[in-house]
DNA sequence: TCGCGATGATTGAAAACTGAACTATCGCGA
DNA sequence: TCGCGATAGTTCAGTTTTCAATCATCGCGA
């Protein structure tokens, strides 16, 4: 099987995979390397956008929640409808928005239709953070990911698309 | 843009991307899908693997660590080798180590040559468990690989690969 | 209207992970 | 041979994340 150049940070990696498939013939190597791969790039994104809102005292996630309730600010959003579209579970959330309240960034206040719910909105202050920040991330992932061209982008969209649909049936079931 | 269909779990990330965009022009939409869409499909991928590996009493990490050592069962593995194999920070490894050496799955031994190093090496019974686990590992891999082809998979791990080298370079620089 | 199971959010305890010291050892040059 | 910076691994303290229990509120049916 062709193998393609490869970062050093995973060349180790691909190796022990080998050397897996070596011992124990049947292994699936390179749908191993796809999934240690996929693994691999989140690790090496978090850290890079770490990275860059760290300055700003704001860890990826407190950012990432931030750029959502960015997205929805007129409306704002309930703290469940958050965690989801920040992708944390809504305990974590909790501890988030405490974070981000707590540096003003964000308002909370109790639904007035269902009072169970907390309203979570943006405040003028985060406003001004994120569209500080937002300029430099994009200009960060755009030099990043200038290494695909455009139809490549759209085909790794798609094939990534079709591989977490494969994975959200497989859920439940087994 | 064209848009393809995708689980519902990412559905929701997807729509609050497009609302940031139509708040603050300039947006890399798709940048920042793709971005997500790797996040996302790394924490499903774990919890699937926790899942199927946490009966035997072992936790994804720990069965990655165990599965690098069984690829390095004839001659050991120095532990930090290990953490680079695994992906995990040195400091991780030691307490994952420690846990799986508790449990009796691997064995550690000062280096012959380099008292300071630290061998690494499977037991029998470590064996034996990475033995049983594999084979059910690889099906539900198989399956949950299933909706991409042969030519597809290449394609996605030649531009994932692209990819890691881009943020592999991008890293120490700014 | 009164209950009561269901739901949204929070809290507390525990687990997982990390960064910064620290310890022991190495290899190299004076 | 001695000393000393570098390296491997561990420990400790702090952060982040999760699970399970809890609190408050809701909606629905008797």
Redesign the pocket.
């Known amino acids: 099987m062709r193998t393609f150049p490869v970062c050093p940070s995973f060349n180790v990696i691909e190796a022990n995979i080998g050397r897996v498939a070596e011992r124990m013939r049947g292994a699936p190597v390179r749908d191993i390397v796809l999934v240690r791969l996929i693994k691999h790039l989140s ?1 090496q994104i978090s850290v890079h956008l770490n990275r860059m809102v760290r300055p700003a005292g704001l ?1 990826e ?1 407190g950012f990432r929640t931030l750029m959502m309730l960015y997205a929805n600010a007129s409306a704002g959003v ?4 958050l ?1 989801e579209a920040a992708g ?12 981000l309240a707590r540096k003003g960034l964000l308002r ?1 206040r109790a ?1 007035t ?6 309203v979570l909105e943006i405040s003028r202050k985060g406003v001004t953070l994120v569209e500080r920040l937002l300029p430099r991330m994009w200009t960060q992932l755009d030099m990043a990911l200038r290494v695909l061209n455009a139809r490549e982008k759209l085909e790794l969209e798609r094939l990534l698309k079709n591989l977490a649909l494969a994975l959200d049936g497989l859920g439940p079931s087994t």
Not at 88 to 99: G, P, S, Y
Not at 113 to 118: K, L, S
């Open positions: 690790v860890s996630v309930f703290a469940s409808q965690s944390e579970t809504r305990t974590n959330m909790t501890r988030i928005c405490d974070d909370r639904g239709r269902d009072r169970r719910r907390v």
